[in-house]
């Protein structure tokens, strides 16, 4: 029993080998996850997935357990509270947890101020044959009199279905042309399907 657990992780660790996905904020003008399992039935249903994940890796059905165990992380994703897991100001980025940080808050006026967004605990819908995440962002530039700069309502709208229902994704917010000072950037990312949103923000200087 104990070996076909562990094999069973095994498995989960490679139906988890992410597909990857991007949504672009791109402009050339100026908590940690909290699992909350809604309900007993919720929490049933999880089990029982894991369950028929096992029985079908015995039968050596191992494509059918993958599917299975992705179903399962599917829903205990989608009962997260929505965060950000990851947020860097970078030099570069070149896909998800891809990226060339940059040390400090500073950027040079020459230079886009591109910032790496990962949120987490968005909910995975089922519509059919497909999932869906349909996640949103607000974000705009202040400066330190409290002047707005920059301003974008919905300026990320990502709303799209794939076969899997790991769907791991990171946003990428880039802005030219700023000004010397110092700024705050805030920004609102909204899960649209759970009807839920987070404020928040991140402070830079450009020389």
């Known amino acids: 029993m104990k070996r076909g657990l562990l094999i069973l992780s095994l498995i989960l660790s490679l139906a988890l080998f992410p597909s990857l996905f991007r949504a672009e904020g791109n402009s050339e003008k100026p908590n940690n996850g909290l699992l909350v399992i809604t309900s007993a039935s919720q929490q049933g249903e999880i089990e029982k997935t894991i369950l028929e994940a096992l029985d079908q890796f015995k039968k050596g059905n191992i494509h ?17 509270k929505l965060s950000i897991d990851q947020l860097f100001l970078c030099k570069e980025i070149n896909g998800y947890r891809d990226y060339v940080k940059r040390e400090g808050n500073t950027i040079k006026s020459s230079e886009p101020f591109l910032l790496y967004i990962e949120p987490a605990g968005y909910q995975i819908r089922r519509e059919g044959s497909e999932y869906k995440i349909w996640v949103s962002e607000d974000a705009s530039i202040v400066n330190e009199k409290g002047k707005v700069i920059f301003q974008r309502n919905n300026w990320v709208e990502y709303n799209k279905g794939f076969v899997s ?21 805030k920004f609102t990312i909204k899960d649209n399907y759970k009807k839920t949103f987070l404020e928040q923000s991140y402070e830079f200087v450009v020389e």
């Open 165 to 185: 229902p790991v769907i791991p994704f990171y946003i990428t917010n880039r802005v030219t042309d700023i000004p010397p000072g110092k700024y705050t950037f």
């Open 64 to 80: 059918e357990s993958v599917a299975l165990l992705a179903e399962a992380m599917m829903m205990i994703k989608s009962g997260e």
